[in-house]
């Protein structure tokens, strides 16, 4: 059974850098497959989606308020995925969730429905 373990939070102040990391096991043989999201929930909001990297790699999107600041990537030979953070503004905190799925379709990428494995969170807190 696919598992996914976020890491990396923490409490930092506005225009810092942080970097998550998300380790997934339980399909190594097939990690290469999966597309990779980011996304985030903060208190009394739903949560929404953050970035993307689909199962090759070569594609990427973000939510437009952390474009240009955001980098997700991959490491397939590692099994992780990570999500640097830079220029953090506060309203940026939230915990942040890693998902997993294969069978993301492009339409889909930014619905956290269509994700099928889901870490247990990092919070990310910034202050101002």
């Known amino acids: 059974q696919v598992q996914l373990a976020e890491s990396g939070g923490g409490l930092v102040l506005a225009g810092s850098s942080l970097r998550l990391s998300c380790e997934f096991s339980?399909?190594?043989?097939?990690?290469?497959?999966?597309?990779l999201a980011w996304f985030r929930q903060a208190p009394g909001k739903e949560r929404e989606f953050v970035a993307v990297?689909?199962?090759?790699?070569?594609?990427?999107y973000y939510q437009d308020s952390v474009k240009g600041r955001f980098g997700i990537s991959r490491d397939n030979a590692k099994n992780t995925a990570h999500l640097q953070m830079d220029s953090l503004k506060p309203e940026d905190s939230a915990v942040y969730y890693c998902?997993?799925?294969?069978?993301?379709?492009?339409?889909?990428?930014?619905?956290?429905?269509?994700?099928?494995?889901w870490g247990q969170g990092t919070r990310v807190t910034v202050s101002s």
């Open positions: 990297i689909r199962a090759n790699g070569g594609y990427t």
């Open positions: 998902a997993a799925s294969q069978t993301v379709s492009l339409s889909q990428i930014r619905t956290s429905n269509a994700y099928a494995y």
């Open positions: 339980g399909d190594s043989f097939n990690f290469r497959r999966y597309t």
